[in-house]
């Protein structure tokens, strides 16, 4: 297995769009303020060309094998979070809905937003790969924590976090469901 891991380009969002709103399921909808699958697809595909979003780009990172995208990682720093989130609840303010979105980090972490892996590429470490990216990012800004939010019921990926070096710090509610907010350090 020949695995690459890049940053994202604007031509990569057909490719990353269904990784992204996998992971993070019912809160693309409520992002996007779509309920067809095909709307939420092309909205979240448009976030990943734009700069402005959270799930942009430029906070996007995909693993590459055989010239297919296997697996992304979105990561940014909590303190980016408000304006990244504002650009959108304006955008989808000029479309007629109104939206709040809620942090999903402190303005002290860098969050990873999503790791997703392809359906047909899973079972080969591609999103421990990514993990382990991630923790390289942070170092390479001087490190510092690093978070994410798993859903509660999720315990395989919790016991996942936990051999990473992650721990459980707090409860964290989105879309007003449960999640375990999980830290660890990077130096």
């Known amino acids: 297995m020949d695995l690459t891991i890049r940053q994202a380009t604007a031509n990569d969002a057909e490719a990353v769009a269904p990784l992204i709103i996998n992971a993070i399921g019912d809160i693309a ?49 909590g303190s980016a979070a408000r304006e990244l989130d504002q650009y959108l609840i304006d955008l989808l303010k000029t479309e007629g809905h109104e939206r709040t979105i809620e942090p999903e980090a402190h303005l002290d972490e860098w969050y990873i937003d999503t790791v997703s892996v392809n359906t047909a590429c899973q079972g080969q470490k591609i999103g421990t790969q990514l993990l382990s990216y991630a923790d390289q990012l942070v170092r390479q800004a001087g490190g510092g924590k690093l978070s994410l939010n798993v859903d509660v019921d999720k315990t395989n990926a919790i016991r996942l976090y936990e051999r990473l070096g992650f721990a459980i710090t707090e409860p964290w509610t989105i879309i007003g469901e449960p999640f375990h907010h999980m830290v660890k350090i990077v130096d």
Do not use: C
């Open 29 to 77: 909808a409520h992002m996007t303020a779509e309920t067809e699958p095909d709307a939420i697809v092309q909205k979240i595909e448009a976030m990943i060309r734009g700069k402005n979003t959270r799930h942009s780009h430029r906070f996007t990172w995909v693993a590459e094998m055989d010239g297919t995208v296997a697996g992304a990682l979105v990561l940014y720093h």
